[in-house]
């Protein structure tokens, strides 16, 4: 009969420094780990930031768009009931939304394209959009340039179909 000592597992001769191995290389994974989150947190920010500017500047754009097409010419439809849109006051009206609006985020970059067609007003805006991580990366641009267009037209009058938005 085996004697109870000899049965009992021995451990292992160098358990300390084996345990130390492995511990050593959970340390030298973390940083790694660290570093990649930080790296997808900084994309998603700066993610979040051009497309927040983007939506900024299409709200934009779409109440410059509105204002201009509310410049419906009275000399048409006090004269003869059709409602159309005043080409320099729709233009006027829709730079003056655009400068008067607090676009966060975005600064304007180059100018606002104003097309009047019959009812239909068309806005085009850019602007460029700061990253906020992004610049102190080297080789990634640290800013991005955002466009918007917007349409809209003035409804109502005679003729109640309105046409299809084909001039943006």
Do not use: K
Request: with cysteine; proline share 5%.
């Amino acid at each position: 009969m085996p004697r109870p000592d000899a049965t009992r597992a021995t451990p292992r001769a160098d358990w300390p420094a084996f345990r130390d191995r492995e511990t050593a290389s959970v340390l030298l994974l973390m940083p790694a780990a660290v570093l990649v989150l930080v790296v997808m947190a900084s994309v998603a920010v700066d993610s979040a930031v051009v497309f927040l500017g983007q939506r900024e500047l299409a709200n934009a754009a779409a109440a410059a768009a509105r204002d201009g097409a509310s410049a419906v010419s009275s000399s048409h439809f006090y004269g003869g009931g059709v409602i159309a849109v005043d080409a320099a006051e729709a233009e006027r009206r829709a730079r003056a939304s655009i400068a008067a609006r607090d676009v966060h985020g975005v600064t304007l970059s180059g100018p606002v394209a104003v097309t009047v067609a019959g009812r239909q007003v068309c806005v085009t805006v850019s602007g460029r959009v700061d990253r906020i991580v992004a610049r102190s990366i080297p080789g990634i641009p640290a800013r991005v340039t955002v466009r918007a267009r917007s349409t809209a037209t003035a409804a109502g009058g005679l003729d109640s179909g309105v046409p299809r938005r084909a001039i943006c």
